[in-house]
């Protein structure tokens, strides 16, 4: 751990010319290993292409690995490498918004490298080691090794428990570092307010997983009193990108190759806007090569500040690529645009645009507290001027309820007939 942590650190701090040298050499080992090891890549690799391969640039002639791929080749064992079972890794499981299960095994030492990713993650967001971490998850955080040590003290807040619950586990806990998805830790932030409980003994606030409103951040940010970093990570890849000091975030070039398959097919590495493929560099039991993780990004030069991280910068995590709406000539379009007239509104706390049928959308917010009443019709005729041949309604909600993985969908398509599986359907509107 404390030499997977060592070396996360060490090429951190390199530039970037340096961390894509570190890529090179760990992708190329791994490409190898996955080709001699992993009966999946064995049958689909072009051996020409594995013994060709010098850098990210050279993935572009290989296989693309969907999540439907992921989900067959691994209930079948396809994806293990050899001598790995299922009694010598661990399984992580996450069902993502598309609804596709899918298992990753990894082995004790992929383990100790995530733990050393994640704790450096930390680190890097400014975590002592007097800090009382609270994690709002659903299942509790596997037991750090230097919680025994008496440092980096965990506490699970079980946000599959009732929010009463939550609220003691979090007092129970007293943290001063959370981590969590931004709406969970909302909903507490909310529920002690209620109980007019002051708590301003946490220092920052990790989020993941999913935007906020910037009227819902501020106010969680506001009632801590606390500062706002955030990781772009998934249970598949760990984490692939961080915040700086300056707030931006940086992709973690020694760790992860990330590519970006734009929609005209073209594929870049680090750079411009698409859908984001991924491959984690350090995963002996279940390599995953050129994952369609299912989110569009928008990736642009490093053109930041800070001085401590030198890699290029996530600007944007546009959405998962299958919120597509359609429009009433059943045309299909990335909604996340919607979005932005409805969040600038601040009397929104939190907003969801929901399509039950082509050609329509209801839009649901969350209002502050003694919000004008006309706030609805603006927010509609702000959508309008974006969309103006949908059919839009707005709707005031108490709440907007969490997918069972925890999240929130910000652009949910719910009539599944017209939703046929994203990935097939990208290909076919490419061509
Ligand atoms: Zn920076």
Request: aromatic content about 6%; glycine content about 6%; charged content about 25%.
């Amino acid at each position: 751990m404390a030499y997977h942590l060592a070396r996360i650190r060490r090429r951190e701090h390199l530039g970037h010319a340096e961390q894509l040298q570190v890529q090179a050499r760990l992708l190329r080992a791994l490409v190898r290993h996955a080709y001699e090891n992993v009966p999946y890549y064995r049958r689909l690799l072009d051996p020409a292409l594995v013994e060709r391969l010098r850098s990210a640039r050279d993935l572009a002639g290989m296989p693309v690995l969907d999540r439907m791929d992921l989900h067959e080749a691994a209930a079948g064992g396809e994806l293990l490498a050899t001598a790995f079972t299922s009694e010598n890794t661990r399984a992580g499981t996450t069902s993502g918004s598309s609804g596709i299960p899918i298992t990753i095994r990894n082995s004790e030492r992929d383990l100790g490298y995530l733990r050393a990713s994640y704790l450096q993650d930390m680190l890097a967001n400014g975590l002592r080691p007097t800090d009382r971490i609270a994690y709002f998850r659903v299942n509790p955080f596997l037991r750090h090794p230097l919680e025994r040590l008496g440092v980096l003290r965990n506490f699970h807040v079980p946000t599959g428990q009732s929010l009463d619950e939550q609220v003691a586990a979090f007092l129970a806990a007293r943290p001063t570092f959370l981590i969590g998805f931004p709406n969970v830790i909302r909903s507490v932030v909310d529920e002690l307010q209620r109980r007019g409980i002051e708590y301003p003994s946490v220092r920052t606030v990790l989020f993941g997983g999913e935007r906020l409103t910037p009227t819902a951040r501020a106010h969680i940010l506001d009632y801590f009193r606390a500062t706002h970093r955030e990781v772009y990570a998934s249970v598949e890849v760990f984490t692939i990108a961080r915040t700086c000091p300056e707030g931006k975030m940086h992709l973690r070039s020694a760790d992860v190759v990330v590519e970006v398959e734009h929609d005209d097919g073209t594929v870049s590495v680090e750079d411009g806007e698409g859908e984001i493929l991924v491959t984690r560099l350090h995963s002996e039991a279940m390599p995953l090569i050129r994952y369609r993780l299912g989110d569009r990004v928008r990736i642009g030069p490093n053109d930041c500040s800070c001085g401590v991280a030198r890699t290029p910068i996530v600007r944007e995590v546009i959405g998962r690529s299958e919120d597509r709406i359609a429009g009433a000539d059943g045309r299909r379009f990335y909604g996340d645009f919607i979005t932005f007239p409805v969040q600038s509104f601040p009397e929104v706390n939190r907003m969801q645009v929901i399509q039950h049928r082509p050609g329509t959308l209801e839009i649901r917010v969350v209002l502050v507290h003694g919000a004008r009443p006309d706030v609805t019709a603006d927010i509609r005729d702000a959508v309008l001027r974006r969309v103006p041949d949908q059919e839009v309604t707005v709707l005031q909600v108490p709440q907007i309820a969490p997918e069972p993985n925890g999240k929130i969908k910000i652009v949910k398509v719910l009539d599944p007939s017209r939703d046929p599986a994203p990935t097939e359907e990208g290909k076919a509107a490419d061509v």
